[in-house]
């Protein structure tokens, strides 16, 4: 950011918006530690009990799944731009996602300037629109799925035994759970990029973005 | 010729009923016992009177021979009126009683109303559904469930797939018994029912056992190759394994030991008793027989036992690992990434 830039602020992301954000990373977060504990319960003893961790896990899999569906029927029916904020377009696959990569992994170190510039229609930069569908179409709903199912296995059995058995799904949720702790490590890393190492945090938080006025988002 | 024939039943009854002749002879005897008892005729007498031969061969009862219980049965029985003896329970087992007689269960139920003295199995002949089922006479399904749930969480799965016994013991240790579980008709989401002879008729040729289905090499072992070829056939693919735990020892007992109310007794890795694993076949005779399986077969995730899984027990990890990495790999992007960011901090404070 040169001296001379002035900086505007605009309203980014919407009140429904932000709670389900902190309410899913709330329960992310939680899902990840018990998970912990209910995999390796001779190495992590984090809730004192394996039952507590169990506990838990329940309780947060359903608030992270409920949120989920807040989340989805808030941006498919009362925002209605669902696909265009999350779905990647044409010229974010053939440019997009090589120039934010390019930023990301050189022209940042360099000081140069973000090529994406947040704007209330287009929130999400060509990498992120990735991540996220990646994330919120495919992980999210099959690590949801999976705990549903294991949490209901006696009255669903007839489906875990199609769907390869109780085996192949506790480790595929396992697997995905994973995943999801690698894209936290990623996403909670990359929040520190703004204009400060709190800014974005900040915007999750009350809504509103500092960009510079007339220009790019950090 | 015909007059002395007719004493030819009672001289071998004479002879085979003799305390002398008993235990050796005793089980011969069984033959002439159960050749009115085991009428069902008989019942026109009495209930009781009745017993059925295919299940009574099975209990070690039937070894030592009926006389050794009815000790005072004469020659001339029925005919003399005498009411055959019972022996008691504690005459031979008498251990097993003094357990149980400090058992608060000793108030409320004889030996005989878990244990049919003439239909009783070994623990390894009987399925978890079988050793629940004389429970459930006392202990209602639902009231079970019920209070469990106060404290452990998926009660009904835990009921469901366990025998009491596997918590309510003094037993230290169990070993894994995997069992063939074959689809309720007409129930598409659930509704798995441990499978019997009966059901496993139509899959197996004339005069085969049921362990022919997985034991192809007919070794009298169960590899992890083996459950592969059974997990993958499809004529088999509404048949599946389920596992269940079942104690080391039987005790009488009935308490909980205090290492079982933490969850992780059962569900950690590790447990040498554990790994020991074993699949029960049901035979013809209604009394199930096991064959040892292949140690880790149970970790495989592939084609051990795709339907029966013990969070944090049967973990595989080859898995862990790879999950791990994953992890790991998502924990090295903010290091590698903010390594160079604080190296190039002062050039992009210039710009």
């Known amino acids: 950011m040169s001296p001379d830039t002035t900086m505007e602020k605009i309203y980014l992301t919407p009140t429904p918006v932000r709670i389900w954000h902190w309410l899913n990373a709330l329960g992310i977060v939680t899902l990840c530690v018990t998970g912990l504990q209910i995999r390796f319960p001779e190495y992590a003893n984090i809730f004192g009990t394996y039952k507590a961790a169990i506990k838990l896990h329940d309780v947060a899999g359903v608030t992270v799944s409920i949120s989920f569906l807040i989340w989805f029927f808030y941006y498919l029916f009362v925002a209605r731009n669902l696909v265009k904020l999350y779905v990647p377009n044409l010229d974010d696959i053939r440019q997009g996602l090589f120039k934010q990569a390019f930023f990301y992994f050189f022209a940042y170190f360099l000081g140069r300037q973000n090529p994406h510039t947040a704007t209330q229609e287009s929130k999400f930069n060509a990498i992120q629109k990735l991540s996220y569908l990646f994330i919120m179409f495919l992980f999210l709903p099959l690590v949801i799925v999976s705990g549903l199912l294991l949490m209901n296995i006696e009255p669903l059995r007839g489906w875990i035994v199609m769907i390869g058995g109780i085996a192949f799904l506790a480790d595929a949720h396992y697997l995905i759970a994973c995943s999801f702790f690698a894209f936290l490590c990623v996403h909670i890393y990359m929040a520190t990029l703004g204009h400060t190492p709190f800014s974005h945090f900040r915007q999750m938080w009350t809504g509103w973005e500092e960009v510079e006025s007339g220009g790019r988002s950090k | ?351």
């Open chain 2, 1 to 351: 010729m015909m007059s002395w024939m007719k004493w030819v039943p009672i001289l071998l009854a004479a002879v085979l009923l003799s305390p002398l002749a008993a235990p050796a002879a005793g089980a011969a005897a069984n033959h002439y016992c159960i050749t009115c008892h085991g009428e069902k005729t008989v019942i026109n007498k009495g209930a009781h009177l009745y017993i059925d031969p295919v299940k009574y061969e099975l209990t070690t009862h039937a070894k030592i021979g009926c006389v050794a219980c009815h000790d005072n049965v004469t020659k001339r029985h029925p005919a003399d009126g005498v009411r055959p003896s019972r022996a008691k329970c504690q005459d031979c087992h008498s251990s097993v009683f003094s357990e149980y007689q400090q058992s608060s269960h000793s108030q409320y139920a004889g030996c005989t109303d878990c244990h049919k003295p003439h239909a009783t199995k070994p623990l390894l002949a009987v399925s978890s559904r079988d050793i629940n089922s004389q429970c459930a006479k006392c202990h209602e399904y639902s009231q079970t469930v019920k209070s469990h749930s106060k404290w452990l969480p998926r009660a009904a799965l835990h009921i469901d797939a366990l025998p009491c016994i596997t918590c309510h013991t003094g037993s230290e240790n169990y070993f894994i018994t995997l069992y063939m579980a074959i689809k309720a008709s007409g129930s598409p989401l659930g509704g798995f029912n441990l499978a019997d002879f009966d059901d496993l008729r139509p899959f197996l040729s004339a005069g085969k056992n049921a362990e022919t289905m997985i034991d192809s090499d007919g070794d009298g072992a169960i590899s992890v190759s083996e459950l592969k070829k059974f997990n993958t056939n499809s004529r088999y693919r509404n048949i599946i394994l389920l596992g269940t735990m079942m104690p080391e020892v039987v005790t009488h007992s009935y308490q909980i030991l205090n290492n079982r109310w933490d969850c992780t007794f059962c569900h950690v890795s590790g447990s040498k008793a554990q790994q020991i694993s074993y699949l029960a076949f049901p035979g013809q005779d209604g009394a199930y027989g096991r064959m040892e399986v292949e140690k880790g077969a149970i970790l495989d995730i592939l084609y051990g036992t795709p339907d029966f899984y013990m969070i944090g027990f049967t973990r595989s990890k080859i898995l862990s690992i790879i999950g791990g990495l994953i992890a790991a790999a998502g924990l090295m992007v903010p290091i590698l990434h903010g390594t160079l960011r604080f190296l190039t901090r002062n050039r992009r404070k210039e710009q």
